[in-house]
């Protein structure tokens, strides 16, 4: 027999336990490939954001998938260990046992290119047509992917050759007596370290606790004056989240094991069989779930964020701009009434519905900085609110959380603040803008100290006349400019600008992070498939024995399913916690609000459910194995 | 009284090309009976003590232990029978490997939550009958293979089953690892008069019992009383095999 067909015989003889595999393989190969298509399509290409995003994706594929293909060939191969060391001993060499692995891997590899690029091929356009639509750019062309097919089969080929040669040179490393050796007790390799477990739950409540940094004001107030805290945070959070997470891990489950195998309940029914069997196979286990937990975070962390971002963007900015075009005029802004005119003009030639209101503003310097003050009534006018504010008073429109308890006014007079109001500004203007009484308002002009500014809203609908608005806002900026970035006296903001930029950025980030988070879920599955397919096949004689010795079939299988039950759901409830803290992180850094634990909520649904759905499918193909060896052909 | 009947017992393999492994086979043991059962590979001996032990329904026929028919037992309770009435030695010992010896021994017990306390008293009484007191905190790797198969003896004898089946007990040991296991067998047979069947294809491990009974096609084909001492007793089971190869 060739060593080719040995390995194909190797490969194909036991599919069962390459099929997971295979498959994460192939879906790494299939986004690796949809975003080099994206990267390499001409009309894709002229947007260097796209070129540079997908540049990033694809190299964070190629070094994911060199990991996950070393730690998925070393679980393989540790299981054939056995095996490699009986074919030394019947003279193979160290360089045929090599080649055979080598050999294996690359078929595995071939099959999974050549399936990825099939269905590459299938979906790709599609994909390429998504993007094209996110970022706007119309008709299309099909291109046939040819640089992104060498792209992805030079990638993987070297991935699969590079993994799979250094794991054949761990292999043939060992002395024979070392993979003939029978198989090792994990759980003498370890032992609890209470510094080690101090130290784990230590770095876990810091990397956790450092995520609501925002719940507490002066802490929050200490990280955003320190720009450089800022930035450090986020590595801070990871790094010791890992760290803390595989030393909690580890510690802890052998502590908790160790525990359960001195407790009554061990020893009751079979529970020793399953506890035992986790206990043997404790290191092997912790990584799987170490490996899986982190890969789970990820995905949901992506999932959620992104479909929150998107559900919500809209919402937040009119939020931040409560007004859908403005117009604001500084001082003697000759340009003001052909820019107004201007803006109604497209308006209404692109048939966008508008309603004209427009005020009086003053500020205290020509910039978006500085305190800024609108008459009452202007106010009640444009929020549609109803104040009492006496002579002297003012109201806080700013949108602070502990606003000033007076503001000082020219004329050397003092303002008393005596509330806050809901802003009518948009976030980057809000800050020190208040509202006071008219006579006041006319009193501050009259000293002729203060910038006048005059304020124009149009009320839009950019939601059901989005695409109108903003070809109208497109051609009104083409002409009339930026405004004070160009030395002019005004500033021209359409909400609908902002809506589409954040609306861009955010599927295009959608777009990548659910398929990087689909690549991941069947990583982890794939990594989890393999270890209880392995621990299933080593339990097998004693399920059967213990059916012999007196346990029911359905005793037998409760048995099994413990076990699966512990590797399948311990990373899956991690994964969703530290996704919560990773969701209040981005609340902490103002990324998203409270609501997105709604949002959570509401993707962890179907994440679970299909969690569910996988461990029902694993647990009925386990207990069919299980039953189909337990009970002898009748 | 009859520990054991097995009345016009027959398993069929198979749906389309069937196998009659065990044919219209009739037997019965007495109490504190040590039966050999032997024949060659594919003989139907296998089957008859998966038959007797209930993890194979009959395709006809009736067996009884200890007055009870297990023939048309639900899968629950032909468990719970095993669990209470027999006791197993397989020839590969199967012992769990991720246990120690004593709790490998406890396990019969632990199916039947009995207290821990009793548990480790009985196992250790157990093992130092057996002479395997010293290494009940070993693995299974750990210990040499006369040592498993004592254990796995201890394992099938805890819960003083009526009934003990031993499927080819010395098939994976050394002679003197051998004759030390049925020692044991005859031993327990002797004192504690469990009745025992030995499922095997050795002559000399046959010895042993107090009768053997020889298995050829799903059918009986001889059986031999032990009179004499076990020599003469080895005499008789090797010339049966031998006019068994000649037919």
């Known amino acids: ?360 503003m003053l500020q205290t310097e020509k910039t978006i900085f500085g305190n800024k003050f609108v008459a009452q009534s202007s106010y009640e006018r444009q929020s549609g609110r109803t104040l009492s504010i006496e002579d002297g008073q003012a109201v806080d429109v700013s949108g602070a959380a502990e606003p000033e308890s007076s503001v000082e006014v020219p004329g050397g007079r003092v303002l008393e603040v005596v509330g806050t109001s809901t802003p009518i500004l948009d976030t980057a203007k809000r800050s020190g803008s208040y509202v006071v009484s008219d006579a006041d308002w006319q009193m501050l002009q009259d000293t002729g100290s203060l910038v006048d500014v005059r304020v124009f809203t149009f009320d839009v609908d950019d939601d059901a006349q989005a695409q109108e608005v903003r070809t109208a806002c497109e051609r009104i900026r083409s002409t009339i400019g930026v405004g004070l970035g160009d030395g002019n006296d005004f500033l021209f903001i359409p909400r609908i600008e902002t809506i589409f930029l954040q609306e861009y950025s955010y599927e295009m980030y959608t777009y990548i992070s659910l398929m990087l988070a689909v690549i991941f879920i069947v990583a982890s599955i794939s990594l989890v498939y393999f270890r209880l397919l392995s621990d299933v096949r080593e339990s097998l004689p004693v399920m059967r024995n213990l059916n012999r010795m007196g346990l029911s079939l359905a005793q037998v299988l409760r048995i099994q399913r413990r076990q699966l039950q512990l590797l399948f759901s311990l990373p899956i409830g991690f994964a969703v916690v530290l996704t919560g803290f990773a969701m209040a992180f981005l609340i902490s850094m103002d990324v998203a609000s409270a609501h997105v634990y709604v949002r959570m909520a509401v993707t962890m649904v179907p994440l679970l459910a299909l969690e569910t759905l996988l461990f029902a499918a694993l647990d009925t193909r386990f207990s069919g194995q299980v039953k189909s060896f337990v009970r002898p052909r009748d | 009284m009859a520990i054991l009947t097995i009345e016009h017992a027959s398993k069929i393999y198979g749906t389309g090309v069937q196998v009659r492994a065990v044919n219209d086979l009739s037997m019965k043991m007495e109490e504190g009976e040590f039966v050999a059962i032997m024949g060659a590979s594919g003989s139907g001996k296998s089957t008859l003590l998966n038959l007797i032990s209930g993890i194979l329904p009959l395709s006809s026929g009736e067996i009884r232990i200890d007055g009870r028919d297990i023939s048309h037992l639900g899968e629950p309770e032909a468990a719970e029978f095993r669990r209470n009435e027999l006791g197993f030695v397989f020839q590969d010992f199967n012992l769990v490997d991720t246990l120690t010896i004593r709790e490998n021994i406890m396990l019969p017990l632990m199916l039947r939550h009995v207290p821990p306390a009793r548990m480790n008293a009985a196992a250790e009484s157990i093992a130092a009958s057996l002479g395997i007191g010293k290494i009940l905190d070993k693995r299974t790797h750990e210990v040499s293979g006369g040592q498993a198969q004592r254990a796995a003896i201890a394992r099938a004898i805890i819960h003083s089953p009526r009934l003990l089946l031993a499927d080819e007990p010395t098939g994976n040991l050394d002679s003197a690892a051998a004759e030390g296991v049925m020692r044991i067998f005859a031993d327990l047979n002797a004192r504690r008069g469990t009745s025992t069947i030995i499922v095997t294809h050795d002559a000399k491990t046959a010895s042993f019992c107090t009768r053997a009974i020889f298995i050829k096609d799903g059918c009986i084909l001889e059986e031999l009383y032990r009179e004499g001492d076990g020599l003469a007793f080895y005499d008789e089971i090797l010339n049966v095999l031998k006019f068994m190869g000649a037919k």
């Open chain 1, 1 to 360: 027999m060739s060593f080719f067909r040995f390995a194909l015989n190797n490969v194909m003889r036991d599919k069962e336990s390459y099929v997971a595999f295979w498959l994460s393989s192939v879906f790494s190969i299939v986004v690796f490939f949809v975003f080099s298509a994206n990267m390499n399509h001409p009309q894709l290409a002229q947007s260097e954001s796209v070129q540079d995003i997908m540049r990033l994706a694809i190299a964070f594929i190629a070094v994911y998938s060199l990991g996950f293909l070393g730690l998925s060939l070393s679980a393989f191969l540790k299981r054939k260990r056995r095996l490699y060391g009986a074919l030394l001993t019947m003279g193979m060499t160290r360089r045929q046992v090599a080649l055979s692995i080598v050999l294996e891997s690359l078929l595995i590899g071939v099959s999974a290119i050549a399936a990825g690029l099939v269905i590459g091929l299938v979906f790709g356009h599609l994909m390429v047509m998504l993007m094209a639509r996110i970022i706007h750019v119309a008709d299309i062309a099909y291109q046939f992917p040819s640089a992104s097919i060498v792209q992805t089969v030079v990638t993987f080929s070297v991935i699969f050759l590079v993994a799979s040669a250094a794991q054949a040179r761990g292999i043939c490393r060992r002395p024979i007596v070392d993979l003939l050796a029978a198989k090792v007790d994990e759980s003498r390799e370890m032992r609890f370290s209470k510094p080690l477990a101090v130290l784990g739950i230590v770095l876990l409540a810091c990397g956790c606790g450092t995520c609501l940094f925002g719940v507490i004001p002066s802490v929050r107030t200490f990280v955003e004056s320190h720009d450089a805290l800022v930035d450090v945070i986020p590595w801070l959070i990871i790094a010791s989240t890992l760290a803390g997470l595989f030393l909690a891990y580890r510690q802890f489950s052998f502590l908790v094991i160790s525990r359960v195998a001195r407790s009554r309940y061990y020893l009751r029914e079979g529970n020793a069989i399953w506890v035992s069997g986790l206990r043997d196979r404790l290191k092997g286990s912790v990584t799987t779930m170490f490996v899986s937990t982190l890969m789970l975070t990820m995905s949901f962390s992506a999932i959620v964020v992104s479909l929150a971002l998107v559900t919500t963007v809209r919402a937040d900015i009119t939020r931040d701009i409560p007004f859908g075009i403005g117009y604001f005029s500084y001082g003697d802004n000759a340009r003001e009434s052909s820019d107004v005119s201007e803006i109604e003009a497209e308006l209404a030639s692109h048939g966008v519905a508008y309603a004209k209101d427009s005020y009086g």
